[in-house]
């Protein structure tokens, strides 16, 4: 619940207002100001009076829009004038931002007659990429809407027409597939001739529902073509119908959708509407008909509110963001019809797929999939920016209306690291993966994390799984989780062919380590220690314990049938960190807990070829407190001599220290005070001189940071072994899965 002084407190704090106007390059220097304003700004504006459209290369009008309004129709207010509509412009303003990283300057208007509120906003074009109209009483928001469409060459949307409709256009998409009813052949009723509800039967116009099966309603009945006081847009969908009252029109309807006020529908307009009926009621903050009384009025009701807290929540967040994040990206001149059915669509196929599990832990941690319940994807999950603003751009470029075209495969990857989400390494990694789709053994087969884990790596094509276990109980699971794992292969220790076979051979490895063949036997039935064995004979490619266990005892398992590769004295182990604008490896951070001067060496030489096997050209600088000698502590000349080795064993390695995190990562630091520092640029492959350090800094990389840690993966085994952190999410064993299988196979 948020109260009035909270609010109030929130919006003045120590700063007035939401927003503000931060600087996208480096300022600070005299020099820079120069080159900011004059005389360095007069070289682009030459370039851009040369050719316009280089505009968008020199300046930020091709991620601007502006939000405007007269402050006519503020939600929850109504016509409380420019000024007071502040506070919401700035809200939308953030909304864009936080979403879609789009600027935006939001412009409250005085506004006088129509012709000055359109002359005022034409002037405004070549300032912005986009104008979105907000908060604008109907029909003057319409007639501003249509007029600037034919003048301006930049995208106008009206986001009060269309935002909402965009996604209840999907969640009806959704519906009317799971009652099998085909959109042109339902008969629909739209309670609402506001703006919202034209929006919506605009696009469901256009989206198939047949010209004579909708009826629009308003509080004077049935809109019809005599009916006074219609404006041209309402006269749009006037029909003649002997239906001329709400009750009598929704008498054997299939969809109902509300755009009007609260208490309108009732339990009976429900019960009378067709099999299968689909309510939409949208009002806020006091829906047509409660979600609950709703789904109460009959059992094969589709339900769904425009309340956050409801099932099925008909947001226009899902929508508008996107809408303009790939009309902006594609310089498209308008924003079409057909691009926000683009939209509508790319959300109702989202909603098909399945729930990431972060998403579900935020809403509860209760299983969400596509159903009566689950028609459109929860307003947090990360998928939309991507797959939304993909769908609207390729519209664009299809309908011809894009200045920019892009490329559908390289405009996704730029969509995935737009917002800083640190997954552009992840997502070139799994397309590496996908190549050799190894077979990757699972030792906690039973787990809801592990066997959610292993459908997304069968359905991304990444691996192969074998699941260790009961084989009744984890098919139990796999039927309880509603997953389909046809290509995972299920594997019971205790009742394998292979076991007497394995038994065997673990007995002659540890025959001299006190073990006799019975022990062998009983070891044998432990999943982590047959895991092993899988790996050890060939017939896994890859495995991964540790996701219900403690690390330090399925370490000792993997050490005692794995053990370290040739020519290596101790197992180690590597975070892969992706950050804002890159990528960097953590080394170690799981398994040392002071290792000394050589181990230090070789834990930099294991990192940097694994570096390399990721993609990353390895820049390496050896932690300490201790700037190249500034104290003389035994901590920090313990580095010193792992540096030296370290060069000594690879002298092409681009290696220093020892030296502080501050200087590893700072170029400007490092030419000012360090110039004879051989680090080219800010090291990527960090090595700290112990468990504490390394620990510490990973954790407040993830926590602290939001940077998206993958690891630990054990570095210098035999063979490859990985353990996943007790607790690990699903996303984290499918990311640890992935540069695993990249690391083992070499792809």
Known sequence: MIRKQDSLQYHAGDRPG???????????????????????ATFPAEEIARDR??????????????????????????????????????????????????????????????????????LLEPTFGGINLKDIAAPRGLELYDRLRGLLEIPVYHENLYSTAVVAAAALINALELVDKRIADVRVVICGAGTVGLGCARLLRRLGVAPGRMLM??????????????????????????????????????????????????????????RFPVVFALATPEPEIRYEDARAARQDVIVATGLGPDPNAVLDVLSFPYIFRGALDVQSVSISEGMMLAAARALAELAREEVPEEVELAYGGGRLAFGPEYLLPKPIDPRIFVRESAAVAAQAVKEGLAAQPVEPAEYVGRLSVRLG????????????ARRSCPRVVFTEGTSETILRACGILLDEGIARPVLLGPVREIRRRIDTLGRDLAGAELVDPVRDPRFEAYAEEYFRMRRRQGVIRAAARERLRVPDRFGAMMVHLGHADLMIAGASTHFAETLQVILEVIGPAPGISRVS???????????????????????????????????????????????????????????????ARKVRRATALAKERAPDLEIDGDLQLAT????????????????????NVLVFPDLQAGTLTMQALHSMVGAVSVGPLLMGARLPVHLVQYGATVEEVVNLATVGVVEAMGE
Not at 18 to 40: H, Q
Not at 421 to 432: A, S
């Open 421 to 432: 989400t640190g997954r552009e390494k992840m997502r070139e990694l799994t397309m590496r």
């Open 217 to 274: 309603y308003n509080v004077d009945g049935l809109v019809h073509p005599a009916l006074a006081g219609l404006h041209p847009h309402q006269r749009e969908f006037a029909v003649e119908s002997p239906l001329r009252t709400l009750a009598e029109g929704v008498a054997g309807a299939d969809v109902l959708i509300g755009a009007s006020a609260g208490g309108v529908f009732t339990m009976e307009m429900i019960r009378a509407m067709n």
């Open 573 to 635: 182990s590597h975070h892969l960190v992706l950050m804002q604008k890159e990528a960097v490896l953590l080394a170690d951070c799981a398994v040392n807990v002071d290792p000394t001067a050589e181990q230090l060496a070789e834990i930099a030489l294991l990192a940097a070829t694994t570096g390399r096997a990721l993609g990353l050209e390895p820049r390496v600088a050896m932690l300490s407190f201790s700037n190249f000698g500034s104290n003389d502590h035994e901590a």
């Open 53 to 122: 459209a280089a505009v968008f290369k020199y300046t930020s009008r091709g991620n601007l829009v502006g939000v405007v309004t007269d402050g006519s129709a503020v939600p929850g207010l109504g016509d409380v004038g420019p000024y007071a509509a502040k506070p919401m412009q700035e809200g939308i303003a953030i909304v864009y931002k936080r979403l879609a990283d789009i600027d935006v300057f939001d412009l409250e208007l005085q506004a006088g007659d129509l012709d000055g509120f359109v002359a005022a906003v034409r």
């Open 18 to 40: 939401k927003i503000g106007v931060i600087a996208t390059k480096p300022c600070l220097t005299p020099r820079e100001l120069r080159l900011a304003y004059l005389p360095g």
């Open 664 to 683: 590893a990562r700072g170029r400007a630091l490092r030419e000012e005070l360090f110039p004879f520092a051989e680090l080219t640029d800010d090291a």
